[in-house]
């Protein structure tokens, strides 16, 4: 058991680290649209041959679940997917364009349908989006195609379309099975539909189905969360992601639905993620990274304990591309050297495809100093340890930032770096923050991230 002074102690806002340097510490003044095509090209250049990861982002939800942090747009509209569907397939071919400078074929080894509700969409739209995508390059053998979906609206028409087309994996946004904590969130969906989706998809032949689960929502307790986790167990998803609730009202005011009176917060909301990770583990599941559980034979754990583990914007993944394309309103690309996000408004989104200009609005050119640091990041949370660089000006300072994460028996330092303790695995968030020079360097004076704990 964690130490109850540790939680308070550390319980503190934090980023979730799906990069560094973290979005809203961007150096933007830096970055240019043509800059970012110039990086991309150059990267694919030196390492297209590894293949690329495309991250797709769907909006669209026909209602809002309230403690949501995404960027959605809330319609019963139909009529606007496929006018969206043509702009993504646009976007991409603007990609296309300035990756054939290169002179090579383009490779995608993996494609993600992320939302909003990517199932709000139709089957044979979704269908058309992959066929447009994938028209004209080529497609690794090993290639890794995942959705997600709502249990309430994904149909057995889109698990077996998505599964012709190539997709293998899916993850279903569960949440939370207990009635009062759907209510106040707005996201129902029962154990019963959740099963029948799950048989459906064994059935067709899926490889991989994760559930997402929160603990901190409001009005979550110790049993509700108890019978949530046995319920998910029953049905034996391949990966469990049980995330901590990022409670950020002032950028999701749907948050506000309720008041930080009904969240579990500090001990109480740590013994809700020590109730279910000991759940989870005690079934059989790995524990992968920060928040991330799998069966032993899933390639997380593969990855894991080949040293492959790698985090992205969509969290952890069992391979790294040197080149992630991200399409759609809000998405953010990476082309391991400079990070661009594109404009989060639907119109927006369209009004510059429609003349031609990548629609990203803002991006950061990464430093040497930013690159080590990412490594480190990197480091820590998929290995659980990290090696100082030979010339790392900023050793001394993060080492006097980590003494007291030292000191509380977090990490272990050696000569050459330091290691993440049983205890700190509980912690990498603030682990990371001792590393984060920009973060330091800023000292933001107003709330950016959610709470550690």
Same mark, same amino acid.
């Given at each position: 058991?964690?130490?109850?002074?540790?939680i308070? &102690?550390?319980d503190?806002?934090?980023?979730?680290?799906?990069?560094?340097p973290t979005?809203?510490?961007?150096?933007?003044?830096?970055?240019?649209?043509s800059?970012?095509?110039?990086r991309?090209?150059?990267?694919? !250049?030196a *390492?297209?041959?590894?293949?690329?990861?495309i991250y797709?982002?769907l909006?669209?939800?026909?209602?809002?679940?309230?403690?949501?942090?995404?960027?959605v747009?809330?319609?019963?509209?139909?009529?606007?997917?496929?006018?969206?569907?043509?702009?993504?397939?646009k976007? $991409?071919?603007?990609?296309?364009k300035?990756?054939?400078?290169?002179g090579?074929?383009?490779?995608?080894?993996?494609?993600?349908?992320?939302?909003?509700?990517?199932?709000?969409?139709?089957?044979e739209?979704?269908?058309g989006?992959?066929?447009?995508i994938?028209?004209g390059?080529?497609?690794?053998?090993?290639?890794?195609? /995942?959705?997600?979906?709502?249990?309430?609206?994904?149909?057995?028409?889109?698990?077996?379309?998505?599964y012709?087309?190539?997709?293998?994996?899916?993850s279903?946004?569960?949440?939370?099975?207990?009635i009062?904590?759907? &209510?106040?969130?707005? !996201?129902r969906?029962?154990?019963?539909?959740?099963a #029948?989706? +799950?048989?459906?998809? #064994?059935?067709?032949?899926?490889?991989?189905?994760?559930?997402?689960?929160?603990?901190?929502?409001?009005?979550?307790? /110790?049993?509700?969360?108890?019978?949530?986790?046995?319920?998910?167990l029953?049905?034996?998803?391949?990966?469990?992601s049980?995330?901590?609730y990022?409670?950020?009202? $002032?950028i999701?005011?749907?948050?506000?639905h309720?008041?930080?009176?009904?969240?579990p917060?500090?001990?109480?909301?740590?013994?809700?993620?020590?109730?279910?990770?000991?759940?989870i583990e005690?079934?059989g599941?790995?524990?992968i990274?920060?928040?991330?559980?799998? &069966?032993?034979?899933?390639?997380?754990?593969t990855?894991?304990?080949?040293g492959?583990?790698?985090?992205?914007?969509?969290?952890?993944?069992?391979?790294f591309?040197?080149?992630?394309i991200?399409?759609?309103?809000?998405?953010?690309?990476?082309?391991?050297?400079?990070?661009a996000?594109?404009?989060?408004?639907?119109?927006?989104y369209?009004?510059?495809?429609n003349?031609?200009n990548?629609p990203?609005?803002?991006? *950061?050119?990464?430093?040497?100093?930013?690159?080590q640091i990412?490594?480190?990041?990197l480091?820590? +949370?998929?290995?659980?340890?990290?090696? $100082?660089?030979? *010339?790392?000006g900023? !050793?001394?300072?993060?080492?006097?930032?980590?003494?007291?994460?030292?000191?509380?028996?977090?990490?272990?330092?050696?000569?050459n770096?330091?290691?993440?303790?049983?205890s700190?695995?509980?912690?990498?968030?603030?682990?990371? +923050?001792?590393?984060?020079?920009?973060?330091?360097?800023?000292?933001?004076?107003?709330?950016l991230?959610?709470?550690?704990?």
């Amino acid at each position: 058991m964690i130490k109850r002074e540790l939680i308070h &102690k550390y319980d503190v806002a934090a980023p979730r680290y799906t990069s560094y340097p973290t979005v809203p510490l961007w150096d933007v003044d830096g970055f240019s649209e043509s800059e970012w095509q110039t990086r991309v090209l150059s990267q694919f !250049r030196a *390492h297209g041959s590894r293949g690329l990861s495309i991250y797709i982002h769907l909006p669209f939800c026909e209602s809002l679940c309230t403690y949501c942090g995404c960027n959605v747009r809330i319609t019963k509209n139909h009529e606007v997917e496929h006018p969206y569907i043509m702009a993504l397939l646009k976007e $991409w071919e603007l990609y296309k364009k300035v990756l054939s400078q290169a002179g090579k074929p383009i490779r995608i080894e993996e494609i993600h349908l992320g939302g909003g509700t990517p199932t709000f969409f139709s089957v044979e739209n979704l269908i058309g989006l992959i066929r447009g995508i994938t028209a004209g390059v080529i497609v690794d053998q090993n290639v890794r195609f /995942s959705f997600e979906g709502h249990p309430a609206n994904t149909t057995v028409k889109h698990l077996q379309g998505l599964y012709n087309v190539g997709f293998r994996r899916f993850s279903l946004g569960i949440q939370d099975f207990d009635i009062q904590v759907q &209510k106040v969130i707005n !996201r129902r969906q029962t154990v019963e539909e959740v099963a #029948r989706l +799950m048989f459906e998809a #064994r059935r067709i032949g899926y490889e991989s189905i994760n559930f997402d689960l929160i603990y901190g929502l409001p009005l979550q307790t /110790s049993s509700s969360v108890e019978r949530t986790v046995e319920s998910v167990l029953e049905l034996e998803p391949d990966r469990i992601s049980f995330y901590s609730y990022a409670h950020v009202p $002032w950028i999701k005011p749907g948050q506000r639905h309720y008041t930080e009176l009904d969240l579990p917060t500090g001990q109480n909301k740590q013994n809700l993620y020590l109730l279910g990770k000991k759940m989870i583990e005690c079934a059989g599941y790995s524990h992968i990274g920060m928040d991330h559980f799998a &069966k032993p034979a899933d390639s997380l754990c593969t990855a894991e304990k080949q040293g492959t583990l790698h985090r992205n914007f969509m969290g952890y993944t069992d391979r790294f591309t040197p080149l992630l394309i991200g399409l759609g309103v809000s998405s953010i690309s990476d082309s391991v050297t400079a990070f661009a996000q594109n404009v989060k408004n639907v119109e927006d989104y369209y009004a510059l495809l429609n003349s031609d200009n990548f629609p990203v609005f803002k991006g *950061h050119l990464l430093d040497q100093q930013d690159q080590q640091i990412r490594q480190y990041v990197l480091d820590i +949370m998929c290995r659980g340890r990290m090696q $100082w660089g030979r *010339h790392d000006g900023q !050793r001394e300072q993060v080492r006097s930032r980590l003494a007291p994460l030292i000191t509380d028996g977090l990490v272990r330092e050696s000569e050459n770096g330091i290691q993440v303790t049983n205890s700190g695995r509980s912690f990498l968030r603030n682990i990371c +923050m001792a590393f984060d020079v920009r973060l330091h360097r800023s000292s933001p004076q107003r709330d950016l991230f959610s709470q550690a704990i």
